[in-house]
């Protein structure tokens, strides 16, 4: 006796619509995890853009606010804005400075200070041209020694060649500086540049000096009008140090567009030589 069998099975309408339905789903899925995984990365870009900006001028603010009286200068050159000043590592008060003439040392109020060969002495600066031009505002220190009673309550300070300054400090203040420091921001890379331990120039330097140190400070940076505005300080107010840049990847575009981050920052600088 012969029994027939069944089979069961899809047709083949059954099996386009499954795969159509599937198709459609895998679709959504697919731009929902796209849409998804980019606002994760613009979330992540905006915070990194965000702490740069903070973290640079933050860094700028502290080494400006720092900087030798009357040093700050800035500058453009074929899109590179660059702020220059001058670094302080010790400063004093001098006990018998000549009141004119050359000077090959003097006698100071003690301070804790290891020298190092290349220190500079500053009395009284007035503005930049008078600090980089050299002559009558800085002299090259030869050495430090320890004197007075008890020991390390007064130092002599030695210059490398008798200087003469053009002026005296009304406090009898002096500054000890090691070298200029630069920040540099090229609008045609984006890149944000810390030049250090480079000579005194007259002429602002706008790329990476001799011997400079060259620190990479971050990217994706872009002027927005000057990057760096300094107003010399006067009788009534500190001078003022504007800092205003752009952050915007250079990549890609944020969420699809041109977005950007417009930074601005005022530091003010003590004008008191």
Same mark, same amino acid.
């Given at each position: 006796?012969?029994?027939?069998?069944?089979?069961?099975?899809?047709?083949?309408?059954?099996?386009?619509?499954?795969?159509?339905?599937?198709?459609?789903?895998?679709?959504?899925?697919?731009?929902?995890?796209?849409?998804?995984?980019?606002?994760?990365?613009?979330?992540?870009?905006?915070?990194?853009?965000?702490?740069?900006?903070?973290w640079?001028?933050?860094?700028v603010?502290?080494?400006?606010?720092?900087?030798?009286?009357?040093?700050?200068?800035?500058?453009?050159?074929?899109?590179?804005?660059?702020?220059?000043f001058?670094?302080?590592? =010790?400063?004093?008060?001098?006990?018998?400075?000549?009141?004119?003439?050359?000077?090959?040392?003097?006698?100071?109020?003690?301070?804790?200070?290891?020298?190092?060969?290349?220190?500079?002495?500053?009395?009284?600066?007035?503005?930049?041209?008078?600090?980089?031009?050299?002559?009558?505002?800085?002299?090259?220190?030869?050495?430090?020694?320890?004197?007075?009673?008890?020991?390390?309550?007064?130092?002599?300070?030695?210059?490398?060649?008798?200087?003469?300054?053009?002026?005296?400090?009304?406090?009898?203040? +002096?500054?000890?500086?090691?070298?200029?420091?630069s920040?540099?921001?090229?609008?045609?890379n984006?890149?944000?540049?810390?030049?250090?331990?480079?000579?005194?120039?007259?002429?602002?330097? +706008?790329?990476?000096?001799?011997? /400079?140190?060259?620190?990479?400070?971050?990217? =994706? +940076?872009? /002027?927005?009008?000057?990057?760096?505005?300094?107003?010399?300080?006067?009788?009534?107010?500190?001078?003022?140090?504007?800092?205003?840049?752009?952050?915007q990847?250079?990549?890609?575009?944020?969420?699809?567009?041109e977005?950007?981050?417009?930074?601005?920052?005022?530091?003010?600088?003590?004008?008191?030589?």
């Open positions: 006796m012969t029994f027939a069998r069944r089979y069961k099975a899809f047709t083949l309408i059954e099996l386009v619509i499954v795969i159509l339905l599937v198709s459609i789903v895998a679709i959504s899925l697919g731009g929902l995890v796209t849409q998804s995984m980019r606002g994760y990365i613009d979330a992540k870009d905006r915070n990194r853009f965000s702490q740069s900006g903070k640079v001028t933050e860094r603010s502290r080494e400006v606010r720092e900087a030798l009286p009357q040093s700050v200068r800035t500058g453009i050159n074929a899109g590179v804005h660059c702020v220059e001058m670094n302080i590592v =010790n400063a004093s008060t001098s006990l018998d400075l000549p009141a004119n003439g050359l000077v090959t040392s003097f006698n100071a109020v003690g301070f804790d200070l290891t020298f190092v060969p290349g220190l500079l002495l500053a009395i009284m600066p007035i503005n930049p041209g008078s600090v980089y031009a050299g002559a009558g505002t800085l002299g090259n220190i030869g050495a430090i020694t320890s004197a007075g009673v008890p020991p390390g309550s007064q130092v002599t300070i030695t210059l490398s060649a008798p200087t003469t300054f053009a002026r005296r400090s009304p406090r009898d203040r +002096f500054y000890i500086l090691d070298s200029p420091v920040f540099c921001l090229n609008d045609n984006g890149e944000l540049r810390r030049y250090s331990n480079y000579a005194v120039n007259a002429a602002q330097p +706008f790329s990476a000096p001799a011997g /400079a140190t060259d620190e990479l400070m971050g990217e =994706n +940076f872009s /002027a927005s009008g000057s990057v760096f505005n300094y107003q010399p300080g006067t009788l009534s107010r500190a001078g003022l140090l504007q800092i205003n840049f752009r952050l990847s250079r990549s890609r575009n944020l969420a699809a567009n977005e950007a981050f417009e930074v601005f920052h005022e530091v003010h600088v003590r004008n008191v030589p």
